[in-house]
């Protein structure tokens, strides 16, 4: 189905280097946006996680991990790094 929208020249611009930050063009971020609020907006799907095919979990386990920046480095969690300093 093809939908079309005016949007004001300074939303689209920002839009448009959000997608190109995720490698995307501009319709398949928008279609990312859309099928991700359909399923997980406001709730009005009324699916829970458990109910979600387990392709559409993994897509929005996916999506959820990719809008937050990686770090540059691996952090240190090692027992020494915890109690480090405790004397122990």
């Given at each position: 189905?093809?939908?079309?929208?005016?949007?004001?020249?300074?939303?689209?611009?920002?839009?448009?280097?959000?997608?190109?930050?995720?490698?995307?063009?501009?319709?398949?971020?928008?279609?990312?946006?859309?099928?991700?609020?359909?399923?997980?907006?406001?709730?009005?799907?009324?699916?829970?996680?458990?109910?979600?095919?387990?392709?559409?979990?993994?897509?929005?386990?996916?999506?959820w991990?990719?809008?937050?920046?990686s770090?540059?480095?691996?952090?240190?969690?090692?027992?020494?790094?915890?109690?480090?300093?405790?004397?122990?």
């Amino acid at each position: 189905m093809a939908i079309h929208i005016q949007l004001p020249t300074e939303i689209e611009m920002l839009l448009k280097a959000k997608a190109a930050q995720r490698r995307q063009t501009l319709e398949e971020y928008l279609q990312e946006i859309a099928s991700r609020e359909a399923r997980t907006g406001n709730g009005s799907t009324g699916l829970t996680q458990a109910e979600l095919a387990p392709q559409d979990r993994a897509t929005l386990w996916r999506t959820w991990a990719s809008s937050h920046r990686s770090l540059p480095t691996v952090a240190d969690d090692s027992r020494e790094t915890i109690y480090a300093g405790r004397g122990e």
